[in-house]
């Protein structure tokens, strides 16, 4: 019902920005973005609803910002003053129509397959 394809990682120096491109189909509830360092548990970096209301985890809040283009069906992660730490393998996911409440710490009904972003020391 939804399919998420992620795109736009690559190599970045710190300090230094990227955007990442979540394409979707369906019509999910709401949608997140989530990363894994090597070695480390997925993290939840933020959410949108329909609405277009946003939550973001601490650790991002400032320097990353999640947007949707609804007419493309595409999601945005646009990250700024990348660190080393940020490095790791970046997803999408969403909660399927109908579900209630967007947090990232929610369950997830789809997932991409991720895309690597890597910030050198």
């Known amino acids: 019902q939804v399919q998420l394809m992620e795109s736009g990682g690559g190599s970045v120096q710190a300090g230094g920005s990227l955007r990442l491109s979540c394409a979707y189909t369906g019509s999910p509830s709401c949608m997140a973005w989530f990363r894994q360092a090597p070695g480390k548990q997925r993290e939840g970096l933020g959410t949108?609803?329909?609405?277009?209301?946003?939550t973001y985890a601490e650790s991002v809040k400032g320097r990353f910002t999640i947007s949707r283009d609804s007419s493309k069906t595409t999601l945005y992660l646009q990250m700024s003053s990348l660190k080393p730490e940020d490095t790791g393998t970046y997803y999408c996911?969403?909660?399927?129509?109908?579900?209630?409440?967007?947090?990232?710490?929610?369950?997830?009904?789809?997932w991409g397959e991720g895309t690597l972003v890597t910030i050198p020391s």
């Open positions: 949108i609803n329909l609405s277009g209301i946003t």
């Open positions: 996911a969403a909660r399927r129509p109908g579900r209630i409440g967007c947090q990232y710490d929610y369950a997830m009904d789809y």
